[in-house]
């Protein structure tokens, strides 16, 4: 009796502790950054430093899901165009849901050798950039959300300003997945 006490006891480990990581491979949403092209082409890179994720069920404006993701800091020179990042996978529970958020806590601009290669102010709105875009996550399917992220020049200010971009952010949207 021990024996097979053990064994479900072990059987039963893995599944707990990939519902725990969010990062299994059955996981029914994911959470990707990409970068719309604006002003990226003025920098050798552009760091931001992303504390937290806020998703939003539909119809309820108390109904907050939050979770840090695994990764937490990312370039977002690589991903102009389709290319896109995963930062976070895991289960949500299926619905509707109709607002994201992306806390964010340091951004670092290097510009282009050509423009200095020095640090470049880039500037966040507020602590977090938000977009009210609905989606639906479905029972035995995974959901690949892209929050798509843009560097704006501010004027001739030589200051850049970082603000999501609501049509190129979605469930629907095209990407290409990198590393």
Same mark, same amino acid.
């Given at each position: 009796?021990?024996?097979?006490?053990? %064994?479900?006891?072990?059987?039963?480990?893995?599944?707990?502790?990939?519902?725990?990581?969010?990062?299994?491979?059955?996981?029914?949403?994911?959470?990707?950054?990409?970068?719309?092209?604006?002003? %990226?082409?003025?920098?050798?890179?552009?760091?931001?430093?992303?504390?937290? %994720?806020?998703? /939003?069920?539909?119809?309820?404006?108390?109904?907050?899901?939050?979770?840090?993701?695994?990764?937490?800091?990312?370039?977002?020179?690589?991903?102009?165009?389709?290319?896109?990042?995963?930062?976070?996978?895991?289960?949500?529970?299926?619905?509707?849901?109709?607002?994201?958020?992306?806390?964010?806590?340091?951004?670092?601009?290097?510009?282009? &050798?050509?423009?200095?290669?020095?640090?470049?102010?880039?500037?966040?709105?507020?602590?977090?950039?938000?977009?009210?875009?609905?989606?639906? %996550?479905?029972?035995?399917?995974?959901?690949?959300?892209?929050?798509?992220?843009?560097?704006?020049?501010?004027? /001739?200010?030589?200051?850049?300003?970082?603000? &999501? /971009?609501?049509?190129?952010?979605?469930?629907?949207?095209?990407?290409?997945?990198?590393?």
């Amino acid at each position: 009796m021990k024996l097979y006490l053990l %064994i479900a006891v072990l059987g039963v480990l893995p599944l707990v502790a990939g519902a725990c990581t969010g990062t299994d491979d059955d996981a029914n949403f994911r959470f990707l950054i990409s970068d719309d092209v604006n002003a %990226i082409d003025d920098f050798s890179s552009v760091n931001v430093t992303i504390s937290k %994720i806020g998703i /939003q069920r539909a119809g309820d404006s108390e109904s907050w899901l939050e979770f840090v993701p695994d990764t937490t800091e990312v370039d977002l020179k690589p991903l102009v165009g389709e290319n896109a990042l995963e930062i976070w996978s895991g289960n949500l529970t299926p619905g509707e849901y109709s607002k994201a958020f992306i806390y964010v806590s340091e951004v670092n601009g290097i510009l282009t &050798p050509e423009l200095g290669g020095e640090k470049a102010s880039v500037k966040l709105p507020s602590e977090k950039l938000h977009i009210s875009r609905p989606f639906v %996550i479905v029972e035995g399917t995974t959901t690949s959300f892209v929050y798509d992220i843009a560097v704006v020049k501010a004027g /001739q200010s030589g200051q850049y300003i970082l603000l &999501p /971009q609501i049509a190129q952010s979605g469930a629907d949207q095209e990407f290409a997945e990198v590393e």
